[in-house]
């Protein structure tokens, strides 16, 4: 395979809020890329396991479920439907219960390895929008173009508020704000695989820029690069 012909891909790390999913969304359908939404496979794993009631601390017992995941991703019009086992478990992954729960899966190193050949065989012609927390460091060390996208907790946990709420789920702001200072915690001092920037990635902080501001900056990284 040519340089020209070997599908490009791009890193989009950063904590939960910060804007990751929906720019990376924008900047998949832009481009005509592929995405890997990575946490919605820890989230899957979170779920599978409570399914099962597993104790998600028991890194024994949640392995197996991360390696044995019977997941369809069915691109539809509006959205993609993810299936578990038969089950379209779009909503069901995005709740805030799961959001907890795939943050202890994802801590456990047998959960991580067990979907590592999964997020890689993501990468298809032309090119790849890799979404989580740590794309750029483990998954695709060898991305041309990383990005670390952030923002202040409390702007994350507003983002997160409204969000929630147009989906009909009531949730106290506070709570979500320290969820997600908890979930952060968890992520970041984790012995494997840490949120954290990769060397080369380019840190972007959105607390103060609208959405189609950080989208252009994106771009124009993409497009000095590929
Ligand atoms: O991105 P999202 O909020 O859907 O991810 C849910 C959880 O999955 C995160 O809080 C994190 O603990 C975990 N995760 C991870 N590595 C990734 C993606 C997600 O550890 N690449």
């Known amino acids: 395979m040519t340089n020209q ?11 939960s809020g910060s804007g990751k999913g929906t720019l990376s969304q924008m900047l998949a359908r832009h481009l005509g890329y592929n995405l890997l939404d990575s946490g919605a496979l820890y989230r899957l794993v979170a779920l599978a396991s409570m399914k099962r009631g597993f104790d998600l601390a028991e890194e024994r017992l949640i392995a197996p479920v991360a390696l044995a995941l019977n997941v369809q991703f069915r691109v539809a019009e509006d959205a993609t ?19 907890m729960g795939a943050s202890q899966v994802a801590a456990h190193p047998a959960v991580r390895a ?3 050949e ?13 979404d989580g ?3 750029g460091t483990e998954v695709f060390p060898a991305a041309p173009v990383k990005i670390f996208l952030t923002a202040s907790a409390e702007a994350r946990a507003e983002r997160r508020f409204k969000q929630l709420q147009n989906k009909g789920e009531s949730v106290n702001k506070a709570t979500l704000i320290a969820d997600i200072r908890e979930r952060d915690e968890r992520d970041s001092k ?4 840490p949120l954290k920037p990769a060397v080369d990635a ?12 950080v989208f252009a900056r994106m771009l124009a990284l993409v497009k000095q690069a590929v």
């Open 5 to 15: 012909q070997r599908p490009v891909v791009i890193t989009i790390d950063g904590p």
């Open 81 to 99: 439907r993810i299936i578990l086992d038969d089950e379209d478990v779009t909503d069901a992954i995005r709740q805030e219960v799961v959001s």
């Open 114 to 116: 067990g979907l590592l």
């Open 118 to 130: 999964r997020q890689r065989a993501f990468v298809a012609a032309p090119g790849l929008i890799a």
């Open 133 to 135: 927390r740590d794309m």
């Open 190 to 193: 984790r012995a494997v695989a």
């Open 202 to 213: 380019t840190i972007i902080d959105s607390t103060d820029m609208s959405i189609e501001q």
